[in-house]
């Protein structure tokens, strides 16, 4: 799978967009975009890279893995299934599966919940989805 392919399998039928990128609100803001789907999907990395960081048990994002691509841009996907079987070092291409959907860390539903960080700023993964920068 391209990164290509990946974007649109996270923009597919396969996932459902619950919470939306919000850096305005004072109350509670979102660094990313949480992506409802059933417990145990595949979620793919988006793109070459090395895993920067592996989360375990994170009291908020539970299991995941961070990926850092040629470019600097870091990926993030928390809320994993189980802890993942990548290590910090490990490169990955784009296509390759991380973990699978689940419901750890503060998470009322399985979903996955991705950020994107570029330049030491989050910019809205939806954009990047889509192609909008």
Do not use: C, W
């Not at 893995?65 to 870091?74: E, F, L, P, Q």
């Not at 539903?109 to 192609?131: C, Q, S, T, W």
């Amino acid at each position: 799978m391209n990164e290509q392919e990946v974007k649109d399998y996270y923009l597919g039928e396969s996932f459902k967009l619950t919470t939306e990128f919000n850096l305005e609100s004072t109350e509670r803001q979102h660094r990313g975009i949480d992506l409802l789907a059933k417990s145990s999907t595949p979620i793919y990395s988006l793109t070459d890279g090395t895993v920067t960081k592996v989360f375990n048990n994170d009291q908020i994002g539970g299991y995941g893995i961070r990926v850092k691509d040629k470019d600097g841009i870091s990926y993030q996907y928390l809320h994993m299934k189980n802890f993942p079987t990548l290590k910090e070092g490990q490169n990955v291409a784009a296509g390759d599966i991380l973990g699978l959907v689940g419901n750890s860390g503060l998470s009322q539903a399985p979903h996955v919940d991705i950020k994107i960080m570029k330049e030491n700023r989050f910019i809205d993964p939806l954009h990047y989805l889509k192609g909008i920068e």
